[in-house]
């Protein structure tokens, strides 16, 4: 059950695995996450789903190290089996036919986004995908991407590949140019924030998926409530995708940080663990 | 359960129990005492997570069954929701043999170790015992003895399984582990089916795991009452969410014939007041589920949670009363209860409310938070209170609280749970498009067979009532068993 059948690192941080799950590869759709538990002392986070395969029983997760279950997960190897998964959760995308759709995906964030698409791809949409990160190592995904989409432009923020400057250079290059539709924006919260800024400006109906802290990811504990257009919302019953012009972003970054302190002090503490194994 | 006053009266004219009530005067019988609880001392538990009460000795349960007087009509045995055999099961612990009390008890009740510790006996059984009703005294301490008996039986080694009707080979999906699920699959073995419980969680046992803490339920106890349900062939699949994973339709199309829905009342309810979304605010199902289910609180685990020097706990049921006790020994100075009505109101287990105020907790009754302040990170580190009075009785017969105005004051804290109740889980019915439901959010059912508006799906628990008790929930969950028993065999009959 739940083995990890495949790994492969985008970058020293970053990696995709592929999760033998076969219940879920078959109902799973874009904007469904799951919730995973490595081991017994495990915690349970949500992760989005990016892939999936239903022949082979498969689903696809990107896996960013922050902090102690990210780094146990992209320490394990194929072969290894992760204790729980379950889902598919929240609500999938809406997906239907608007014209012409800007995608943009920051970091780990276009491994959500791919599915999403690819979705709107096939539903007859032009898609137009921006791809963004801090350097050229933290770009995911780049071919697939472009495969799906009608257009694609990579931004670095050092320039080191594709064009230099932030993913909202990258949108208002294409919003200037031509009649945008709508907009879907997934990847860490301050860039959701200023991405939809951007497509506010322009009244693009804007799209984005959030990845709060959760702990059962049935609507059950309310860890991931965010407030969205004035009232308090669960991420994972309610969402996760949400209007970005009504989500209250500086709750959310806020919320975000409930643990920082804990978070950072467990991770000293593997990393010694991790040091004195080696 | 239509024959249960029968079955309830044929035991007692067994030779066995005539010639034991012949064995000691009335006026003896009523002359004892009640038997008292034995429990860890209130300052050193209140630091520690081990079992608060102790449970009753051998010598002791005997003494208790003595003061049983086999009543002709034991009124007892009404207020209970699961039905057990009362009189029978005390009678077997007066003649010593306490294996065959807690067979008794497991012929209608699936998790005794279970409902001997957290049933509200005070509203129930010994509500309805002939000592409250007529002689005014102590009531037999019947959920004391049913923690014997269960008790008793787990120590020995010998658990018995119940007997099990030949299988059926019909397949039927319990969706949720909780006390209704579980009531109903154990019951539903009994007669023979073949059943799954399906569990979105990876535990089985739904609020008995998540929810009621180790010192008022050890987590051991629900496991092996589990097993026993494991023995009588009831199968489990955790991480398994029915109207998620797979649909029912899918489910139908695997073979299961009819389903039972105890999905619980996994939604927490917040009060919508200015900063009730800061860090360090939790529902009471988050704060619970975190050191409960995750075990937080142990540094080997890697679940975060956050302490609190200054907790207050929102609301005055069962699951405040397990909140605030529980931060409490998780080592904060002040641990206080803001409910807005008085102690009498309270939804709590008398038990529970006493034993919290002998642990230090700080009653705040009759107030009401009405605003959170946080520090620069968010972090919760003030609340403005409202002092409340109590009016004229409402919908609930209680009286209604009324808001003191220009009485705010603040007080500070550093963690707040919010344990104002819950509202239904949605995955379920906005899975069924044609499940008829309440305003409220819950499954509409009838009453005397739990079946839901799709004929072939009953429900029961809170997921029907909208927050109610583990026993009320246990019996939705017997009597969705038989309703369902009697659906699928008039559905066999007309094929």
Same mark, same amino acid.
């Given at each position: 059950?739940?083995?990890?059948?495949?790994?492969?690192?985008?970058?020293?941080?970053? /990696?995709?695995?592929?999760?033998?799950?076969?219940?879920?590869?078959?109902?799973?759709?874009?904007?469904?996450?799951?919730?995973?538990?490595?081991?017994?002392?495990?915690?349970?986070?949500?992760?989005?789903?990016?892939?999936?395969?239903?022949?082979?029983?498969?689903?696809?997760?990107? +896996?960013?190290?922050?902090? *102690?279950?990210? /780094?146990?997960?992209?320490?394990?190897?194929?072969?290894?089996?992760?204790?729980?998964?379950?889902?598919?959760?929240?609500?999938?995308?809406?997906?239907?036919?608007?014209? @012409?759709?800007?995608?943009?995906?920051?970091?780990?964030?276009? /491994?959500?986004?791919?599915?999403? +698409?690819? /979705?709107?791809?096939?539903?007859?949409?032009?898609?137009?995908?921006?791809?963004?990160?801090?350097?050229?190592?933290?770009?995911?995904?780049?071919?697939?991407?472009?495969?799906?989409?009608?257009?694609?432009?990579?931004? @670095?923020?050092?320039?080191?590949?594709?064009?230099?400057?932030?993913?909202?250079?990258?949108?208002?290059?294409?919003?200037?140019?031509?009649?945008?539709?709508?907009?879907?924006?997934?990847?860490?919260?301050?860039?959701?924030?200023?991405?939809?800024?951007?497509?506010?400006?322009?009244?693009?109906?804007?799209?984005?998926?959030?990845? @709060?802290?959760?702990?059962?990811?049935?609507?059950?504990?309310?860890?991931?409530?965010?407030?969205?257009?004035?009232? @308090?919302?669960?991420?994972?019953?309610?969402?996760?995708?949400?209007?970005?012009?009504? *989500?209250?972003?500086?709750?959310?970054?806020?919320?975000?940080?409930?643990?920082?302190?804990?978070?950072?002090?467990?991770?000293?503490?593997?990393?010694?663990?991790?040091?004195?194994?080696? | 359960?239509?024959?249960?006053?029968?079955?309830?009266?044929?035991?007692?004219?067994?030779?066995?129990?005539?010639?034991?009530?012949?064995?000691?005067?009335?006026?003896?019988?009523?002359?004892?005492?009640?038997?008292?609880?034995?429990?860890?001392?209130?300052?050193?538990?209140?630091?520690?997570?081990?079992?608060?009460?102790?449970?009753?000795?051998?010598?002791?349960?005997?003494?208790?069954?003595?003061?049983?007087?086999?009543?002709?009509?034991?009124?007892?045995?009404?207020?209970?929701?699961?039905?057990?055999?009362?009189?029978?099961?005390?009678?077997?612990?007066?003649?010593?043999?306490?294996?065959?009390?807690?067979?008794?008890?497991?012929?209608?009740?699936?998790?005794?170790?279970?409902?001997?510790?957290?049933?509200?006996?005070?509203?129930?059984?010994?509500?309805?015992?002939?000592?409250?009703?007529?002689?005014?005294?102590?009531?037999?301490?019947?959920?004391?003895?049913?923690?014997?008996?269960?008790?008793?039986?787990?120590?020995?080694?010998?658990?018995?399984?119940?007997?099990?009707?030949?299988?059926?080979?019909?397949?039927?999906?319990?969706?949720?582990?909780?006390?209704?699920?579980?009531?109903?699959?154990?019951?539903?073995?009994?007669?023979?089916?073949?059943?799954?419980?399906?569990?979105?969680?990876?535990?089985?046992?739904?609020?008995?795991?998540?929810?009621?803490?180790?010192?008022?339920?050890?987590?051991?106890?629900?496991?092996?009452?589990?097993?026993?349900?494991?023995?009588?062939?009831?199968?489990?699949?955790?991480?398994?969410?029915?109207?998620?994973?797979?649909?029912?339709?899918?489910?139908?199309?695997?073979?299961?014939?009819?389903?039972?829905?105890?999905?619980?009342?996994?939604?927490?309810?917040?009060?919508?007041?200015?900063?009730?979304?800061?860090?360090?605010?939790?529902?009471?199902?988050?704060?619970?589920?975190?050191?409960?289910?995750?075990?937080?609180?142990?540094?080997?685990?890697?679940?975060?949670?956050?302490?609190?020097?200054?907790?207050?706990?929102?609301?005055?049921?069962?699951?405040?009363?397990?909140?605030?006790?529980?931060?409490?020994?998780?080592?904060?100075?002040?641990?206080?209860?803001?409910?807005?009505?008085?102690?009498?109101?309270?939804?709590?287990?008398?038990?529970?409310?006493?034993?919290?105020?002998?642990?230090?907790?700080?009653?705040?009754?009759?107030?009401?938070?009405?605003?959170?302040?946080?520090?620069?990170?968010?972090?919760?580190?003030?609340?403005?209170?409202?002092?409340?009075?109590?009016?004229?009785?409402?919908?609930?017969?209680?009286?209604?609280?009324?808001?003191?105005?220009?009485?705010?004051?603040?007080?500070?804290?550093?963690?707040?749970?919010?344990?104002?109740?819950?509202?239904?889980?949605?995955?379920?019915?906005?899975?069924?498009?044609?499940?008829?439901?309440?305003?409220?959010?819950?499954?509409?059912?009838?009453?005397?067979?739990?079946?839901?508006?799709?004929?072939?799906?009953?429900?029961?628990?809170?997921?029907?009532?909208?927050?109610?008790?583990?026993?009320?929930?246990?019996?939705?969950?017997?009597?969705?068993?038989?309703?369902?028993?009697?659906?699928?065999?008039?559905?066999?009959?007309?094929?």
């Amino acid at each position: 059950m739940n083995k990890i059948v495949e790994k492969e690192f985008f970058s020293e941080n970053v /990696a995709k695995i592929v999760i033998e799950s076969p219940d879920i590869a078959i109902i799973r759709k874009a904007g469904h996450f799951v919730i995973i538990r490595i081991d017994e002392k495990g915690e349970r986070i949500p992760l989005t789903i990016a892939d999936g395969d239903k022949e082979k029983g498969t689903i696809t997760v990107v +896996v960013q190290k922050v902090g *102690v279950t990210s /780094a146990k997960l992209l320490a394990m190897n194929e072969g290894e089996e992760i204790l729980d998964i379950v889902g598919p959760l929240g609500h999938a995308t809406h997906i239907e036919k608007k014209g @012409t759709v800007l995608c943009a995906g920051g970091g780990v964030g276009v /491994a959500p986004l791919m599915p999403i +698409v690819k /979705a709107l791809k096939k539903a007859g949409n032009k898609v137009i995908t921006v791809l963004a990160g801090r350097t050229k190592e933290l770009i995911i995904l780049e071919d697939e991407m472009r495969n799906y989409s009608d257009e694609l432009i990579v931004m @670095t923020d050092d320039g080191s590949y594709g064009k230099k400057g932030l993913v909202t250079a990258g949108m208002e290059e294409v919003i200037q140019r031509e009649k945008v539709n709508m907009a879907v924006l997934i990847g860490p919260a301050i860039m959701m924030k200023f991405g939809s800024l951007t497509t506010k400006k322009y009244n693009i109906p804007t799209v984005v998926s959030l990845n @709060t802290i959760m702990v059962d990811g049935t609507g059950m504990c309310g860890a991931c409530r965010v407030s969205v257009g004035g009232k @308090t919302k669960f991420v994972c019953v309610d969402g996760p995708e949400f209007d970005a012009f009504q *989500v209250d972003w500086s709750q959310m970054m806020m919320r975000m940080g409930a643990y920082k302190m804990q978070e950072h002090e467990a991770y000293e503490k593997y990393l010694r663990t991790v040091e004195t194994v080696a | 359960m239509e024959n249960i006053a029968e079955y309830i009266k044929e035991g007692r004219s067994d030779s066995w129990r005539i010639e034991l009530r012949k064995s000691m005067k009335t006026k003896e019988r009523t002359s004892y005492e009640r038997v008292k609880m034995p429990e860890q001392d209130p300052h050193i538990r209140n630091k520690n997570s081990i079992e608060v009460n102790s449970g009753i000795s051998e010598e002791m349960a005997i003494a208790e069954s003595h003061r049983c007087l086999d009543c002709p009509a034991p009124t007892c045995t009404i207020g209970c929701p699961v039905g057990i055999n009362i009189p029978e099961f005390i009678k077997k612990i007066e003649i010593r043999d306490f294996l065959g009390a807690a067979t008794v008890i497991k012929e209608t009740n699936a998790l005794p170790a279970v409902c001997g510790r957290v049933c509200p006996q005070e509203k129930q059984c010994e509500l309805s015992c002939f000592y409250t009703q007529k002689l005014h005294k102590p009531p037999i301490a019947i959920g004391n003895l049913e923690r014997f008996s269960a008790d008793y039986e787990r120590n020995s080694g010998k658990m018995s399984i119940p007997n099990v009707a030949e299988s059926n080979g019909i397949k039927v999906a319990v969706v949720g582990s909780g006390p209704s699920g579980l009531a109903a699959a154990g019951d539903l073995a009994k007669l023979g089916y073949d059943v799954t419980v399906f569990e979105a969680l990876h535990e089985i046992g739904g609020v008995l795991k998540y929810g009621i803490p180790e010192f008022r339920l050890p987590n051991d106890i629900v496991d092996i009452e589990i097993e026993s349900m494991r023995k009588m062939g009831v199968k489990f699949h955790t991480n398994f969410i029915v109207g998620k994973t797979a649909s029912f339709d899918d489910l139908k199309e695997q073979g299961f014939k009819a389903f039972f829905v105890g999905s619980g009342a996994g939604l927490p309810r917040f009060m919508n007041i200015p900063g009730e979304n800061f860090n360090g605010i939790f529902s009471s199902n988050e704060y619970l589920t975190r050191i409960n289910l995750m075990k937080a609180a142990y540094d080997d685990y890697d679940t975060p949670v956050l302490f609190g020097k200054n907790v207050a706990v929102i609301g005055g049921g069962n699951t405040a009363m397990d909140s605030v006790r529980t931060a409490k020994r998780l080592g904060a100075e002040r641990s206080m209860i803001i409910y807005r009505r008085s102690i009498e109101e309270m939804p709590a287990r008398v038990e529970e409310v006493h034993h919290a105020q002998d642990e230090e907790i700080e009653f705040m009754n009759l107030h009401n938070p009405v605003e959170y302040f946080a520090d620069e990170n968010g972090r919760v580190n003030r609340m403005r209170i409202r002092k409340m009075r109590l009016g004229e009785p409402d919908a609930s017969g209680r009286r209604r609280p009324i808001p003191i105005e220009g009485s705010e004051f603040d007080i500070a804290v550093d963690l707040v749970v919010v344990a104002v109740g819950v509202s239904p889980n949605p995955i379920v019915p906005s899975s069924l498009k044609d499940l008829k439901m309440t305003n409220w959010g819950t499954i509409v059912v009838d009453k005397d067979t739990m079946q839901s508006s799709i004929p072939n799906i009953f429900a029961g628990g809170d997921i029907v009532r909208g927050g109610a008790t583990v026993i009320l929930a246990m019996g939705d969950g017997r009597v969705a068993a038989a309703g369902m028993h009697k659906y699928l065999q008039e559905k066999v009959k007309a094929n």
